[in-house]
């Protein structure tokens, strides 16, 4: 069975700190997808990674995945309350996605 | 481009009673449309994967007499939710992958389902 370890699950920070989210698997993933949703919402698809190493940037979000595409984690710096969401990571193989626990993320103004 | 919409957006029905969810994708056609369930503060639960012109691909725990899915064409998936108890309130959601084969899916606005 394929598993995303998500960490941490929750998060509390100040308005301007930085934070990382990780993404870890035994298993390797074709792709890597990061979502990110409110309260009451659907996810949001934010990026997709699917060659090992890769990093993309979306502001002030980096994303990147492993080098063996088993891992990911995704890089906010200076957050802004406007970051609040629960941040989900999820990988694809046979079609289905996997997804992790989420992070809840809560920026403090 | 690669909207997802769900209707009803929120419900309330009386336990013993069905509903029904629609999931479309506006913009584009999709083959696979998935259906998820989520509790609060939590991460998403796929229940069902939904194919078109065939029957539906359930998840281990998930019972296909009581989450009937129909998925009558290339932009509509049908979630119904059979003889509903308190404890099926939830928050479903679709999501949908486009028939030109990438790997992302695309996710509806949600259903929130309460069962009084």
């Known amino acids: 069975t394929q598993l995303l370890e998500q960490s941490p699950q929750f998060l509390s920070i100040q308005e301007g700190e930085n934070l990382t989210v990780y993404c870890n698997s035994s298993?390797?993933?074709?792709?890597l997808q990061w979502y990110r949703q409110e309260p009451g919402e659907g996810p949001v698809l934010l990026v997709t990674?699917?060659?090992?190493?890769e990093v993309k940037k979306l502001k002030r979000l980096t994303f990147q995945f492993g080098d063996a595409r088993k891992d990911s984690s995704l890089h906010i710096t200076a957050a802004q309350p406007g970051d609040t969401g629960l941040y989900l990571c999820?990988?694809?193989?046979?079609?289905?996605?996997?997804f992790g626990q989420g992070t809840t993320l809560q920026v403090k103004p | 481009g690669a909207v997802v919409s769900q209707h009803p957006s929120w419900v309330i029905c009386k336990s013993g009673t069905s509903v029904k969810i629609e999931c479309r994708s506006l913009?584009?056609?999709?083959?696979?449309m998935f259906w998820y369930r989520q509790f609060p503060k939590q991460s998403l639960m796929l229940m069902a994967t939904?194919?078109?012109?065939?029957?539906?691909?359930?998840e281990q725990g998930v019972e296909k007499d009581k989450f009937l899915i129909n998925h009558a064409s290339l932009t509509l998936s049908t979630l119904t939710v059979t003889s509903a108890h308190p404890e099926d309130s939830s928050f479903y959601i679709c999501?949908?992958?486009?028939?030109?084969?990438?790997?992302?899916?695309?996710f509806g606005p949600g259903t929130r389902l309460t069962v009084t």
């Open positions: 990674v699917v060659t090992g190493g």
């Open positions: 298993s390797v993933f074709s792709s």
């Open positions: 999820a990988g694809g193989n046979t079609g289905k996605l996997i």
């Open positions: 913009d584009f056609q999709a083959t696979t």
């Open positions: 939904s194919n078109e012109g065939s029957k539906a691909t359930y």
């Open positions: 999501s949908a992958k486009s028939i030109a084969g990438r790997s992302e899916q695309y």
